[in-house]
């Protein structure tokens, strides 16, 4: 039996930027992106950051400067939990990450829970930007996963600026989200039901794109 129609947030942003290359990469699977230093370093800070939290494991040479972030979260009270696999129904209840009911999965980088409250944080080892429909996202999935938690406050942690951005979600926040990720969500399923996944050029044609001239004719462009 096939799975059925599964995304993320990673899924949805790499489909709102370009259908072809999202069908190529992740769907027909013909294209491999390819790991780039920046990728390999998040990766290793990721890790590092899992087992400082988790096994208490001093952080490596290159990264010390951020253990007095991390022992601010860690220090929050409260149950600390860290690279935490989510996943919910079409109806938002909890099931198991690669169950054939799932609807959607995510992963949290670091979570503090603390009675009806969570701070969820979000290692980001890049520029500083503005996105908060990330951190709404996965408040809303955190309050449906965690059915007793009524209050997040999630964050994005940028490291290399040493700096937080937070907002807080409340359990009556919840429809307000899924009605705002509803029809983003639909337009990546019409794409699969029609099989239709044009591309949608942009100055990341030019440099950006690993799909190639063969596949694409505005790679490169």
């Not at 949805?12 to 992106?33: G, H, I, M, N, W």
């Not at 149950?79 to 009911?101: H, S």
């Not at 408040?139 to 997040?152: E, G, L, Q, R, Y």
């Amino acid at each position: 039996m096939a799975r059925k129609f599964a995304w993320s947030y990673t899924a949805l942003s790499d489909f709102e930027t370009c259908p072809r290359r999202y069908y190529l990469t992740r769907v027909a699977k013909k294209v491999v992106v390819p790991q780039t230093e920046a990728t390999l370093w998040g990766n290793e800070v990721h890790k590092a950051l899992e087992l400082r939290l988790t096994e208490r494991k001093a952080l490596p040479e290159g990264m010390r400067q951020w253990e007095p972030l991390v022992e601010t979260i860690a220090n929050k009270g409260g149950k600390v939990e860290a690279e935490t696999k989510m996943a919910l129904n079409r109806n938002l209840r909890p099931t198991g990450y690669f169950d054939q009911d799932v609807w959607v999965r995510g992963i949290t980088d670091v979570t503090v829970i603390k009675g009806d409250k969570a701070f969820i944080g979000d290692w980001k080892t890049g520029k500083p930007k503005p996105e908060s429909s990330q951190l709404k996202l996965t408040a809303a999935m955190v309050m449906a996963f965690k059915p007793f938690i009524n209050t997040v406050v999630n964050a994005f942690v940028w490291l290399k600026t040493n700096t937080v951005t937070s907002e807080t979600f409340k359990r009556e926040d919840i429809p307000t989200i899924w009605q705002e990720f509803t029809p983003r969500v639909r337009r990546i399923e019409i794409a699969h039901e029609e099989d239709k996944f044009p591309p949608r050029p942009s100055g990341l044609c030019r440099q950006w794109c690993p799909v190639g001239r063969e596949l694409c004719e505005h790679c490169g462009t």
